[in-house]
T-cell receptor, first 115, second 111 residues
Framework: GAVVSQHPSRVICKSGTSVKIECRSL??????MFWYRQFPKQSLMLMAT?????????EQGVEKDKFLINHASLTLSTLTVTSAHPEDSSFYIC???????????FGPGTRLTVL | QQQVKQSPQSLIVQKGGISIINCAYE??????FPWYQQFPGKGPALLIA?????SEKKEGRFTISFNKSAKQFSLHIMDSQPGDSATYFC??????????FGTGTRLLVSP
């Protein structure tokens, strides 16, 4: 149990385009999901906390207008990278919090490459 | 105060040996301490977690030791195997709020 999926696993896009990444909790409902960014050989950096039915809470330094988060249902949160640029290239990982335990379970990640 | 300090940065252990990774924190509000394992190109996977009401928790070959007074906790991997070669992250949070991650330890278990 407690499986989290992400789609797509890899995406390559041109500079200036927008990219949407989906995060789904497959076997549980998650009122809270988290979005992280990870650079090579570094730790996870929390970008935002996504709460179902309300606005996301962004960490300091994360541009809200660039990284749009929508948590429209109890099993789906989306991250849209708007007007992507090469510096947005990274590994994006979501997690979903299991309500009964509070434990965060992570998705497999999405590798974004902006050309 | 929000940091979690993790050491060592990298670790090489022979097959069958014990791998030990240490973490330290400052924020006394932290009361949930999970460990995650991450393979290259994959998302982190929860290994084991502990709350401060116990000093040790064991699951299979993985053990967390927790020292509340020293504000330290550690992961022990017994009988380390080449398949354990991965990056390990400790983390901490107050309750089940957002996690603060350590910097990670790259473990290599030599055959």
């Amino acid at each position: 149990g407690a499986v989290v999926s992400q789609h797509p696993s890899r995406v390559i896009c041109k500079s200036g385009t927008s990219v949407k990444i989906e995060c789904r909790s497959l076997d549980f409902q998650a009122t809270t999901m988290f979005w992280y960014r990870q650079f090579p050989k570094q730790s996870l950096m929390l970008m935002a906390t996504s709460n179902e039915g309300s606005k996301a809470t962004y960490e300091q330094g994360v541009e809200k207008d660039k990284f749009l988060i929508n948590h429209a249902s109890l099993t789906l949160s989306t991250l849209t990278v708007t007007s992507a640029h090469p510096e947005d290239s990274s590994f994006y990982i979501c997690s979903a919090r299991l309500p009964t335990e509070g434990t965060q379970y992570f998705g497999p990640g999405t590798r974004l490459t902006v050309l | 105060q929000q940091q979690v300090k993790q050491s060592p940065q990298s670790l090489i252990v022979q097959k069958g040996g014990i791998s030990i990774i240490n973490c330290a924190y400052e924020n006394t509000a932290f009361d949930y301490f999970p460990w995650y394992q991450q393979f290259p190109g994959k998302g982190p996977a929860l290994l084991i977690a502990i709350r401060p009401d116990v000093s040790e928790k064991k699951e299979g070959r993985f053990t967390i030791s927790f020292n509340k007074s020293a504000k330290q906790f550690s992961l022990h991997i017994m009988d380390s195997q080449p398949g354990d070669s991965a990056t390990y992250f400790c983390a901490a949070s107050p309750g089940f709020q957002k996690l603060v991650f350590g910097t990670g330890t790259r473990l290599l278990v030599s055959p």
